[in-house]
């Protein structure tokens, strides 16, 4: 394998895991929420009591799988919290479309992404290694990847130092349409669906019981990233804590789906940057004579 394939494939691997991690990241805390009583004089009022129990939450296992059109499909699984910044480990791996076909070719489909407030760290694996110095994990710092990607990587970058739990709420309240779907189980837990599509075009007209500062922001995000509508479904128990959440959305890269589900609030998780010595750091490989160009487009799309 020419070391090149590995350096181009790199910065698509790390928007795709990172913004992963970020949305995965919609979820409560059990502990916090226990004894509360869910409102549902309406779905507004009921989501925005959800969204004030999630402001204090600190932790949770996630389970999620998202594909874009052609470009990849992949599952994601671990434990993330975001007391004191963005923390945690992931293993996501690669099952179809372009990206699994890269990540191939760079020697596996299946990596550990461990996050840290001020970056985060892909384990490689073997092949990878022998292309970088014997060195298994990348390096890859927010500023880095804001200056290296362009668009996509301020939005990454952005996305991830700024991500609280309660986003996927916020979308929702940002549709100006939300509704109650109906009473449903998820998992042997009974939760209450609520709906909404976000039309970005429309979205700084909404009346959405978001800021003015709020709604310039998501379209600006969400235009940065080619979405047009995202279509958002959570399932809410009845302590306000997000079971469920789904994303359906438009992208410069074809359809965007996304599940994630939440278990396990407020366990304990912890994340350490791997040693020096096994570690490249991403900005230096491009120096190196890589070129990020492949990846802006899957940022794009993320």
């Known amino acids: 394998m020419k070391s090149t394939t590995v350096r181009r494939a790199t910065l698509s691997i790390a928007v795709v895991a990172a913004l ?33 129990s999630t402001d204090s939450a600190e932790s949770a296992k996630v389970r999620s799988t998202t594909s874009v059109g052609d470009l990849m499909a992949m599952t994601a699984n671990g434990a993330l919290t975001w007391e004191n910044g963005l923390k945690g480990n992931l293993t996501i791996t690669y099952t179809g479309g372009k990206m699994a076909e890269a990540m191939k070719k760079a020697g596996t489909q299946s990596m550990e992404a461990r996050y840290l407030p001020d970056a985060y760290y892909a384990h490689m694996g073997d092949t990878f290694a022998q292309q970088a110095g014997g060195k298994h994990w990348l390096k890859y710092s927010y500023d880095d990847l804001a200056k290296l990607g362009g668009a996509s ?25 939300v509704k109650k779907v109906g009473e449903e189980k998820i998992s042997g837990v009974d939760t209450t669906h609520y709906s909404g599509t976000v039309n970005v075009a429309d979205l700084a007209s909404k009346t959405s019981n978001l800021s003015a500062d709020q709604l310039s922001a998501l ?22 804590l997000l079971v469920k959440k789904t994303e359906k959305a438009d992208t410069a890269n074809g359809a965007m789906t996304n599940t994630t589900v939440y278990t396990d609030y407020g366990v304990k998780v912890s994340a350490e940057a791997p040693p020096a010595a096994d570690t490249r750091d991403f900005g230096d490989l491009m120096k190196a004579g890589g070129s990020p160009a492949s990846g802006t487009s899957t940022g794009t799309a993320s």
């Open 20 to 52: 992963t991690g970020v949305a995965a990241c919609g979820t409560t805390d059990a502990d916090k929420a226990a004894g509360k009583t869910a409102i549902h004089v309406s779905p507004i009022a009921a989501l925005r009591s959800a969204e004030k």
């Open 219 to 240: 379209k600006k995000q969400l235009s940065q990233a080619g979405v047009t509508t995202d279509t958002v479904d959570l399932w809410i128990n009845d302590q306000n």
């Open 153 to 177: 990587g301020s939005y990454m970058k952005d996305q991830i130092q700024n991500a609280t739990p309660n986003q996927s709420v916020k979308m929702l309240l940002a549709s100006g349409d």
